[in-house]
């Protein structure tokens, strides 16, 4: 069984950062791109940052130049840097992993989200 979990949310002043943190465990035979998704209240789910297990990086254009992305292959863990936050970043983030388990073909995995408060 694949579980993905994020952590590191929490409620920041404006400007502030925080630091999410994602993590895949379990039957895994290889992970493809990792990213990171947020929903904010009445609002669709929008990509944030995602990056291959080759380095290719993507950023959704609201937040370049102050969020990053990184992953530990090895660890099977992958990390977003959040600077200058605003308060329209306040949003559930979701870790999306795209797995392949042991015999089996990849599919994407989403863990609980951790909610991102930011003040103003």
């Known amino acids: 069984q694949v579980q993905v979990v994020e952590s590191g949310g929490g409620l920041v002043q404006a400007g502030g950062s925080l630091k999410l943190s994602c993590a895949a465990s379990?039957?895994?035979?290889?992970?493809?791109?990792m990213a990171w998704y947020r929903q904010a209240p009445g609002k669709q789910r929008e990509l944030v940052a995602s990056?291959?297990?080759?380095?290719?990086?993507v950023y959704a254009d609201s937040v370049k130049g102050r969020f990053s992305i990184s992953r530990d292959n090895a660890k099977r863990t992958a990390a977003l840097q959040m600077n200058s936050l605003k308060p329209e970043d306040t949003a559930v983030y979701y870790c999306?992993?795209?797995?392949?388990?042991?015999?089996?073909?990849?599919?994407?995995?989403w863990g609980q989200g951790t909610q991102v408060t930011v003040s103003s």
């Open positions: 999306d992993v795209d797995i392949a388990e042991v015999g089996r073909g990849y599919r994407i995995y």
């Open positions: 379990g039957n895994i035979f290889s992970i493809n791109t």
């Open positions: 990056i291959t297990s080759s380095g290719t990086i």
